[in-house]
Every structure is written in structure tokens, then in C-alpha cells.
């Protein structure tokens, strides 16, 4: 089966460092997806890992360690804007796509 | 460019009908995905479609189907709806097998069933 989980809810404040974590077993993997989603709209790429280690792009860096199934979102001076539900997803497909997503992230940014 | 369109973005059916929602990918992007999203179950693969063949499916029943034309546009059809059948349906397109930032979401067409 597939299974990916990641906390429900977490808080921090503006300008803080916050981790997501987000763990998974699924019967293939092609590759690890962030994904952003604020209330009522479309989810918005963040970032792809494919192989082990840490991938950084400004703000937000996502590490993999494939052998213990394990992922995290790293986000940097935090903003308010970024206040939103993140979504953990793998790729299973074989040279395709089907992507299993976790339930998600709602993250709060308090002043 | 142009995004990946999604008509019509809200629509609302009465039990027993069926409905057919449309995905425009992003031009030049061959793979066109759909997705359920609901608050329960979150986002959960319905199928994927490259060059008008369907290569993956998920756990849906049989009600769900889809298909693309050879311009990648896709569409799908959900039969005989249920009220379990209200929710957000999303589409990604790439443009190639694999790889990352080219999967792109569309804004979604949120149905409601009464």
C-alpha cells in the first residue's frame, strides 16, 4: 500500500525557521514533490527530489533520505504570506506519473 | 505562457447525473493528470494520460473515466454521481515522463452534487 504522513498542523512565528516532516512507504518511487496550497487554490510547486540530499531554492530547501523513507520541507524567514497548507507527495509511477499525496501541513505564521 | 486551464471552474448536479470537466495543459505539456481533493482524503489520483493513452488509474470505481484528445486536452466523466462525489478536481500536465518542476496544477473545477 501507500502511506505518506506528515503532521496536521504546526505554528510558528514571522521571521522563525520552521521544518516539515514528512515520512512515507510506498510501493515505487520516482521522485518526492513539495507542493504549496493556500485556502481555495490550486497547489504550487516548491520543490523535487529525485536523489538523496539536500535541494535549495531561495527561502525553502527539501532534503530526502530514501533509504529511511523520510523527507523535510525547510522553510526561512518565515512571512506571514506563508500561511498555507503543505503537501508532501511521491511519485510512484515507472516513467509516468501517479503521485500520492499526504494529507498536509496546515502552517500558521503568527507576528 | 498560458497555465493549465480548467472549465468550468464551478459547477453543481443533482444525484444520479453525470458530468464532464475539461483540462487544457500547458502548451507543448503531453501528460495530463486528475485528481480528487476532498477535506478527508486529500488530494488522491484519479488517472494520467499521455499521448491519448491512459498510463496509470487509481483506486477509483468505474463511474470515473477519462480521456485525451491528440491535442493533450483531456477530459473526464464521472456517471451517475454520488453526494461523495462533491469536491475539488484538479489537473497537473508535464511535459515529459518524469521529472519535477514541470508538473503544474490547474486552478480546479469544484463540484458540488445535491
Known amino acids: 500500500g501507500q502511506n505518506i504522513d506528515q503532521p496536521t498542523e504546526m505554528t510558528a512565528t514571522e521571521g522563525a525557521i520552521v521544518q516539515i516532516n514528512c515520512t512515507y512507504q510506498?510501493?515505487?518511487?520516482?521522485?518526492l514533490f513539495w507542493y504549496q496550497q493556500h485556502a481555495g487554490e490550486a497547489p504550487t510547486f516548491l520543490s523535487y527530489?529525485?536523489?538523496?540530499g539536500l535541494e535549495e531554492k531561495g527561502r525553502f530547501s527539501s532534503f530526502l533520505s530514501r533509504s529511511k523513507g523520510y523527507s523535510y520541507l525547510l522553510l526561512k524567514e518565515l512571512q506571514m504570506k506563508d500561511s498555507a497548507s503543505y503537501l508532501c507527495?511521491?511519485?510512484?509511477?515507472?516513467?509516468?506519473?501517479?503521485?500520492?499525496f499526504g494529507k498536509g501541513t496546515k502552517l500558521s505564521v503568527i507576528p | 505562457k498560458a497555465g493549465v486551464t480548467q472549465t468550468p471552474r464551478y459547477l453543481i448536479k443533482t444525484r444520479g447525473q453525470q458530468v464532464t470537466l475539461s483540462c487544457s495543459p500547458i502548451?507543448?505539456?503531453?501528460?495530463v493528470s486528475w485528481y480528487q481533493q476532498t477535506p478527508g482524503q486529500g488530494l488522491q489520483f484519479l488517472f494520467e494520460?499521455?499521448?491519448?493513452?491512459?498510463?496509470n488509474k487509481g483506486n477509483f470505481p468505474g463511474r470515473f473515466s477519462g480521456r485525451q484528445f491528440s491535442n493533450s486536452r483531456s477530459e473526464m466523466n464521472v456517471s451517475t454521481l454520488e453526494l461523495g462525489d462533491s469536491a475539488l478536481y484538479l489537473c497537473?500536465?508535464?511535459?515529459?515522463?518524469?521529472?519535477?518542476?514541470?508538473?503544474?496544477f490547474g486552478s480546479g473545477t469544484r463540484l458540488t452534487v445535491v
Open positions: 497537473a500536465s508535464s511535459p515529459d515522463s518524469t521529472g519535477g518542476d514541470g508538473y503544474t
Open positions: 510506498t510501493s515505487g518511487f520516482n521522485g
Open positions: 527530489n529525485v536523489l538523496d
Open positions: 507527495a511521491v511519485n510512484s509511477g515507472a516513467g509516468s506519473y501517479q503521485l500520492t
Open positions: 502548451s507543448g505539456h503531453r501528460s
Open positions: 494520460y499521455f499521448s491519448e493513452t491512459q498510463r
